[in-house]
């Protein structure tokens, strides 16, 4: 039996990454410095006809960010139309700017946006629009909301796993030589 279970670990591990499920802690980061698009605040909304996708409005940043995939998968282009492509990455910059940590809990909605494909807007290259996997599993954090536990239930913001959230910024904080994390928790809500 134990041998079994042991062959299919693997199997399930790839059926849930082939299904966009959220990724295990232990992916590998990567370092990229690039343009990017930086949704760790990004407000989104689920595609119209499509419960499993939602579409988020997020930062166009450039500099070092963090990819879980090889930096040239996530290079940003433009095609021959003029439509620039970017990718969501994390980093630390709106942690900086003080925004806090959200915590939300496991079966509310948010979006996981890391690595997802995005379109920078013509009207306002500040910005890019991305579509990211809904997830409806695991505790997960935000540094949108300004700290309103309530728009956990309700938003779909971008979002990352508890154990990702502190990975990816321990990864950063290592990379470029930070002493002290910018990324601080929202208070705890008051009984």
């Known amino acids: 039996m134990r041998a079994v279970m042991l062959c299919l670990v693997p199997v399930l591990l790839a059926l849930a990454a082939a299904l966009g499920l959220p990724r295990p802690a232990a992916a590998e980061n990567y370092l990229c410095d690039q343009q990017f698009a930086l949704c760790t605040s990004a407000p989104c909304i689920p595609q119209p006809g499509n419960p499993d996708i939602s579409i988020c409005m997020c930062d166009v940043q450039e500099g070092p960010n963090l ?75 935000t540094a949108g909301g300004d700290c309103g536990a309530a728009s956990c239930k309700t938003a779909y913001w971008s979002g990352a796993l508890l154990a990702d959230s502190k990975n990816n910024a321990e990864f950063m904080m290592q990379q470029l030589k930070i002493a002290k994390s910018p990324a601080e928790a929202c208070p705890a809500p008051k009984p």
């Open 67 to 141: 990819a879980t995939v090889a930096c040239d998968t996530v290079k940003p282009s433009t095609d021959a139309e003029g439509v620039r492509t970017v990718y969501s990455q994390f980093a630390l910059t709106q942690f900086e700017q003080g925004k806090k940590g959200l915590r939300c809990e496991s079966g509310t909605p948010w979006s996981q946006c890391l690595n997802k494909i995005c379109t920078v807007d013509p009207a306002n290259p500040d910005k890019a629009i991305c579509a990211c996997d809904v997830v409806r599993t695991g505790e997960w954090q």
